[in-house]
């Protein structure tokens, strides 16, 4: 695929001048498993996680919205794109804009979506579009956590997401128009320096070091069928890109690389 090409050819560019961590669309809030409800922060940004190195300045979101479900009732979409509040968010090296809001969350699945306003990577000339989410589940009775929610790139997970231990694996479907997208290239990074929601910015100190560079972006690829397999090494948060949905999707007459975003969080048995 075009994209695709484009992006590896990005990557093999930029490790002759610095470390290769990936562009990541994020959707933050601190738990994806909470015991009881309640008001949760939502934080949108667009960043590199693994080092938090550089937080890219984000548009108004084009759409952002939650699919509210509970056991076997129809999933509920509530549209929260006028709670947006405008923000900047401090990275290790800058700031950049973002998004604020809060969010009343109840027993349930809750399954917090984001298609972002293109950014432009001056650099290449290119756009980029990461369509984002992320589920919260509330008191541990799911919803329809497993079934798409219409996005036009999507990774759909076929394992919780919210329910993982340290040293299980992840399995999602990466999807193009609801169609599952064989052997799509997906992007894995680790949320490696813990958000201050207070201070609105990154914690400087990593949690862990990567050996070599390579260890910081990984690469997977899905089988026939859009599926990816990934073992979870360390509990904490984990962003699954798959890159280059779309090869002949433009923005303002600019190649745009059109993406699909999914986060997990993974916790240690103890």
Same mark, same amino acid.
């Given at each position: ?6 992006a ?8 002759? %001048?610095?470390?290769? $961590?990936?562009?990541f669309?994020?959707i ?9 409800? @309640?008001? =949760? ?5 667009? %960043? ?6 550089y937080t890219?300045?984000?548009?108004k ?13 129809? !999933?509920?979409?509530?549209? /929260? ?16 804009? #973002?998004?604020? %809001? ?8 809750? &399954?917090? +979506? /984001?298609?972002?306003?293109? $950014?432009l ?5 290119? $756009? &980029? ?5 992320? =589920?919260?589940?509330? *008191?541990?009775?799911? @919803? ?7 996005? !036009?790139?999507?990774?759909? !997970? ?14 999602g ?7 599952p997208?064989p052997? #799509?290239?997906?992007?894995?990074? $680790?949320?490696?320096?813990? /958000?201050m ?8 100190? @990593?949690?862990?070091e ?6 910081? /972006? ?7 069928? *859009?599926?990816?397999t ?13 890159? @280059?949905l779309?090869?002949?999707?433009t923005y303002?007459?600019?190649? +745009? ?10 916790v240690?048995?103890?």
């Amino acid at each position: 695929m075009k994209k695709i090409g484009f992006a590896m050819a990005l990557l093999a560019t930029l490790a002759f %001048t610095a470390p290769v $961590y990936a562009h990541f669309q994020m959707i933050y809030t601190p738990e994806a498993a909470m015991t009881k409800g @309640g008001k =949760i922060p939502l934080v949108l940004l667009f %960043t590199h996680p693994f080092d938090a190195g550089y937080t890219m300045d984000m548009g108004k979101p084009e759409q952002f919205f939650v699919m509210r479900s509970r056991g076997e009732n129809a !999933p509920k979409k509530v549209d /929260l794109l006028d709670t947006l509040k405008p923000i900047k968010w401090e990275s290790v090296t800058n700031s950049g804009a #973002a998004w604020e %809001t809060t969010y009343s969350a109840r027993g349930g699945d809750h &399954i917090f +979506c /984001l298609i972002p306003e293109p $950014y432009l990577e001056e650099e290449e000339g290119v $756009y &980029i579009k990461q369509n984002t989410k992320v =589920i919260v589940n509330v *008191g541990g009775e799911p @919803g329809a956590w497993m079934e798409p929610v219409g996005l !036009p790139t999507e990774i759909v !997970p076929l394992s919780k997401t919210y329910d993982r231990w340290t040293g299980q694996v992840f399995q999602g479907r990466v999807l193009f128009n609801g169609k599952p997208v064989p052997n #799509a290239e997906v992007e894995v990074e $680790y949320l490696n320096h813990a /958000l201050m929601l207070d201070q609105k910015a990154f914690k400087k100190e @990593g949690e862990v070091e990567a050996p070599q560079d390579a260890f910081g /972006l990984q690469t997977i690829f899905a089988d026939d069928n *859009g599926i990816f397999t990934f073992g979870i090494p360390r509990a904490g948060w984990w962003g699954f890109a798959a890159l @280059g949905l779309d090869p002949d999707y433009t923005y303002k007459g600019k190649e +745009c690389s059109r993406d699909a975003v999914i986060w997990i969080k993974a916790v240690d048995m103890k």
